[in-house]
Structure formats: structure tokens, C-alpha cells
């Protein structure tokens, strides 16, 4: 079991920039993946973001070039840098991981893109 905490979320106007973090509850070096996803009133989550172990990262289409994962396996922490955020980005992030076979997921943070 681990427990992982989201953080970093909030109020931005659109153009501005967030990064949230995800701190894992112990070492997250046997997580074969690690991902953010978005939950926007409405919709179906979806994902944001992932990266594997071996550092090889996944973006949605509505987000590439804008957002950045990374990872910090020294602080059992997951990183998603934000810029030029638009009103579409607007939802509650939620982490994830994955040691097989299973899946993880944080409570989430909200991010609000105002125009």
C-alpha cells in the first residue's frame, strides 16, 4: 500500500503558471509509472501526464509543449510543471501510480484557470 498526497493546486489567471506535487508515502522506485490525471466537471478523467522508471514521458495532445512531468525519485515525488494555462485546463488533477499489478491514486488538488 502507499499513499500518495497531492499538492501545489489553485487559483491562476490564464497565461499563468502551477506545479503541483505528488509525495508518495515511501519509495517510489518500484513504481513502474507514475501519472497525472484531470477531472473536469463533466467529463471523463483523462490523462494529463505520465512518465515510466525509465523517465520515458506521455502527454495528452491538449498539453504538449505546455506541461512538464518529472521525477524525483529521492523524495518519492512526482512533478507537474504548468505554463500558459487556459481555461480548459480547469479541474481537479489527480495522481497515480502503478506497481504491478496495482494502481494507486491520490485525493487530488484542485486547479481553477480563470480568463
Sequence with gaps: QVQLVESGGGLVQAGGSLRLSCAA???ILGFSAM???RQAPGKQRELVASITSGGRTNYADSVKGRFTISRDNA???VYLQMNSLE???TGVY???SREL????WGQGT????SS
Design 25 to 27: 508515502s515511501r519509495s
Design 35 to 37: 501519472g497525472w490525471y
Design 75 to 77: 523524495k518519492n515525488t
Design 87 to 89: 481555461p480548459e485546463d
Design 94 to 96: 489527480v495522481c497515480n
Design 101 to 104: 499489478p496495482y494502481t494507486y
Design 110 to 113: 484542485q486547479v481553477t484557470v
